[in-house]
């Protein structure tokens, strides 16, 4: 559809564009409530969201959120996203009919250059001022109808985060009549020819219109070397020709064409912004600089940091104990339910020992797991969550990274695979990698279940106190960092070389979270983990529990002769050669085995290899089970070394398939997923051997 056109009868779509930290997620989801589908980008794993909302008429609107971005001239896979999408480039995904530009009003100059570029495309354009109030206590006054009147497109001032001027933007969206934006930019005039050159070849050659010829014009001379990505088609070679022509030239005469045209931007709305902003004068702090003055400081900075995480751990293990003692008992209540209505037999096993006890040995942990995704979103919301990686930016650099891989490792603790497509922001392609490789070992939540399962056998007593379970996994966790700042050392020093980049990073003002904002992303969180706990650990539970139930030997055999014999047993059998020096036996390899699926199966597996659910009529407590259990000597297997030794292996191991093939498609190749697997797995097996070997040496 040409730019000049109105939207068909088709639900219209729009695309919503902004910077990174300029409330563009926090408008979409009030725009779109529960409307909304998340999934990813084929051939890219970036996150794809698309919602629906509702004209004033009542009438259905398609809005696609797309990536935050700085500029159309793409240095990172979700930028080029952003970038083809408005162009029309993806066939996955539908070429918007109107852009939604949402511009930080306490930034505006740098934002309007995102804005400007988008107005170069000739289409229809809404722009949204989002944090008014932010703007307003900091006392910056823009003048909206003159910014309104120079950009010649509606301009609506909104506080997304307390639904202020949704329903001026929704009236906006129902227009039919939403005109084209004035476009008052000469460019440069040594750069002017260049342009009306090649956009005519692209118009001529690759079928383009002519506002979006000019556009991609200007793009391949902002940034030539990513304009092309997956998915798009390559320059013709008249196009390709006449731009070498150009900058071979530019080069003769020490022409920076690149940086001219972005000075001729900044100039532009430099000007405008000095007709439509009104700023105070600079007298005192702001608030947000008295915060700052705190939480980035080189020693009260990491005290806030320890005081932070301290607090997260103590709401887990505190705030959790009430929902998680109340699933306990009802899954307890419903598997001897069970148990009470069916008569003894395979079919009783498999529905109270397989599916039950296994996905309810997991489903015990979502409170835990529900508050560590509350935090990291109340972390993100308030802003808090890029002066973290500030403060840890000279840490980091002391191992080869900056600031900017600390968001991705601190979101691997709750899951690597959010972790690891949150690198796709880093320019840097070493940085990157090396921050994939050493995402995994943040202990994710994952490791939650193995973690407090074990320590509940660790320490002697039926309650574990909580200081005590907040000391092991701040050692836990610690233990995980400082591996993975170790490895990333190790790796920019021998297999990707190359020294840190500077890192440039906005710190966006703070701001008060919106509630719905962080308990809509955990709600899509346990889902996914409701839906795992549905299908991959129901599905491995009642296929364990065949393995250790088959094949069957005469009656009048032990379970544990029983478990032994059986197909599950047998594969403990021949794993536990190579476990053995760590303290583990058959029974612990089973479990190793298939938490490849899934760390938490562990949790389950344990439970159906010692029949946990299923002897008398009572649910016998996986901790009574784990300690009950014996060497064939008679030595208790589970012991405190054993343990401790277990949760080290769980640190350092990679026992996620589904984190493996997010990295196989992040780095486009199985040898770094496979290195992964390797180094991991390795690491696990030494530091075991290590502290089991050394603590029977000391008498542990």
């Not at 700085?70 to 952003?82: F, G, I, K, Q, T």
């Not at 942990?365 to 560590?372: A, E």
């Not at 539970?541 to 069957?552: C, E, G, H, M, N």
């Amino acid at each position: 559809m040409s730019p000049d056109q109105k939207p068909s009868s088709r639900t219209p779509v729009y695309a919503l564009c902004g910077n990174p930290n300029c409330g563009k997620s926090t408008l979409f989801n009030a725009l779109t409530g529960l409307k909304q589908k998340v999934g990813n980008y084929p051939g890219v794993t970036v996150e794809k969201k698309i919602g629906e909302t509702y004209s004033q008429h009542g009438h259905a609107i398609k809005v696609i959120d797309l990536p935050g971005a700085y500029s159309l001239a793409a240095r990172s896979p979700d930028e080029a996203v952003m970038r083809d999408v408005l162009l029309g480039r993806r066939t996955d995904t539908p070429q918007p009919d109107r852009i939604i530009c949402i511009a930080d009003a306490t930034n505006l100059e740098r934002n309007l250059y995102l804005v400007h570029q988008i107005l170069d495309l000739g289409r229809p354009v809404i722009l949204v001022l989002n944090m008014m109030d932010v703007a307003a206590k900091s006392g910056i006054n823009l003048r909206v109808a003159r910014l309104e009147k120079e950009l010649g497109i509606p301009v609506v001032p909104c506080e997304a985060v307390n639904g202020k001027g949704l329903i001026e933007l929704r009236l906006a969206m129902s227009r039919s009549d939403l005109p084209l934006p004035k476009h008052r930019w000469d460019i440069p005039a040594p750069i002017a020819p260049a342009v009306s050159e090649l956009a005519a070849s692209l118009q001529q050659n690759d079928s383009k219109a002519p506002l979006i010829a000019r556009a991609e014009a200007l793009l391949l001379l902002t940034d030539q070397d990513t304009i092309r990505v997956a998915g798009s088609t390559p320059l013709s070679v008249q196009t390709t020709a006449i731009l070498r022509q150009w900058q071979k030239r530019w080069e003769a005469e020490g022409t920076d064409w690149a940086g001219t045209l972005v000075n001729s931007r900044y100039d532009v709305i430099t000007e405008l912004c000095n007709e439509v902003v009104q700023r105070p004068g600079t007298s005192g702090m702001s608030v947000s600089d008295r915060i700052d003055s705190v939480v980035t400081h080189p020693v009260l900075g990491w005290i806030v940091l320890g005081a932070v995480m301290t607090a997260l751990f103590l709401s887990i293990f505190t705030f959790a104990e009430i929902p998680m003692n109340w699933i306990d008992s009802h899954i307890s209540a419903f598997s001897n339910w069970v148990k009470a209505s069916m008569p003894p037999g395979d079919l009783r096993d498999l529905i109270t020992a397989g599916a039950i006890g296994g996905v309810g040995g997991v489903l015990v942990f979502l409170p835990q797991i529900l508050i560590l995704f509350f935090f990291i979103g109340l972390l993100e919301s308030t802003g808090y969550m890029s002066r973290a990686a500030f403060i840890m930016d000279r840490l980091m650099s002391r191992v080869g990274l900056n600031g900017r891989s600390f968001i991705p490792l601190l979101s691997s603790y709750a899951c690597a695979i959010p972790g690891i497509m949150a690198t796709r922001t880093i320019e840097d392609t070493k940085d990157r990698l090396v921050t994939i490789l050493v995402a995994p070992l943040m202990s994710c939540s994952a490791r939650l279940p193995v973690y407090l399962l074990m320590m509940a056998a660790l320490v002697p007593g039926d309650r574990v106190p909580t200081l005590t379970k907040v000391g092991i996994m701040v050692f836990m966790y610690a233990l995980g960092t400082f591996g993975a700042f170790g490895f990333a050392w190790l790796f920019k020093r021998t297999l990707l070389k190359g020294e840190p980049p500077l890192m440039i990073m906005e710190l966006p003002p703070y701001r008060l979270p919106r509630l719905r904002d962080v308990l809509l992303q955990m709600s899509e969180r346990a889902w996914i983990f409701l839906r795992r706990a549905g299908t991959v650990i129901l599905g491995i539970s009642i296929l364990l529990w065949f393995l250790s139930a088959y094949p069957k030997l005469p009656e009048g055999a032990s379970e544990s002769q029983q478990l032994e014999q059986s197909f599950a047993g047998r594969a403990g059998k021949v794993l536990e050669p190579v476990i053995k020096p760590l303290g583990f036996d058959w029974h612990v390899g089973i479990g190793l085995i298939t938490s490849f699926a899934a760390r938490e199966v562990f949790v389950s597996t344990m439970g159906v290899v010692f029949n946990a659910e299923a002897k008398d009529e009572d649910t016998t407590p996986l901790r009574q089970a784990l300690l009950q259990a014996k060497w064939p000597d008679g030595r208790a297997l589970f012991t405190p070394l054993v343990c401790f030794t277990l949760m080290i292996f769980y640190v350092f191991a990679m026992q996620c398939m589904s984190t493996v093939a997010v990295v196989r498609r992040e780095t486009n190749s199985y040898r770094w997923p496979l290195f992964q697997i390797g180094y991991m797995t390795t690491t696990a097996w030494i530091l075991s051997l290590v502290v089991y070997q050394g603590g029977r040496a000391l008498g542990f």
